[in-house]
């Protein structure tokens, strides 16, 4: 099993920044590709952003791209999400996910593990 530790979030002003970190623990070993999703209240969860295992490969959903960076220690076993320039509407639950394969991932379904989440409120 791999458990997943979410931290970061908080409250911030729109144009302001916040960085996610996700510790992961357990049989890190069989981790490969890792993502972050979001779920705002009312709305369904969805991807945004990815990453392989070597960070050579990422995805970014049209709605962040350019403000969020997502990127992986391996040595220390996390993965961070830069956020920069947030909006009201990057409001919502930020989750991290961990799946075996290695390759860009966007399906939710082919995540064997998941965190716990970390609430982002951006006010406006």
């Known amino acids: 099993q791999v458990q997943l530790v979410e931290s970061g979030g908080g409250l911030v002003q729109a144009g302001g920044s916040l960085r996610l970190s996700c510790a992961t623990s357990?049989?890190?070993?069989?981790?490969?590709?890792m993502g972050w999703f979001r779920q705002a209240p009312g709305k369904e969860r969805e991807v945004v952003a990815t990453?392989?295992?070597?960070?050579?490969?990422?995805y970014y959903v049209e709605s962040v791209r350019g403000r969020f960076t997502i990127s992986r220690d391996n040595a220390k076993n996390t993965v961070y999400l830069q956020m920069n320039s947030l909006k009201p509407e990057d409001t919502a639950v930020y989750y991290c996910?961990?799946?075996?394969?290695?390759?860009?991932?966007?399906?939710?379904?082919?995540?064997?593990?998941w965190g716990q989440g970390t609430q982002v409120t951006v006010s406006s």
């Open positions: 996910a961990a799946t075996k394969a290695n390759s860009i991932v966007t399906r939710q379904v082919m995540y064997d593990y």
């Open positions: 990453i392989t295992w070597s960070g050579r490969s990422t």
């Open positions: 357990g049989r890190t070993f069989s981790v490969g590709a």
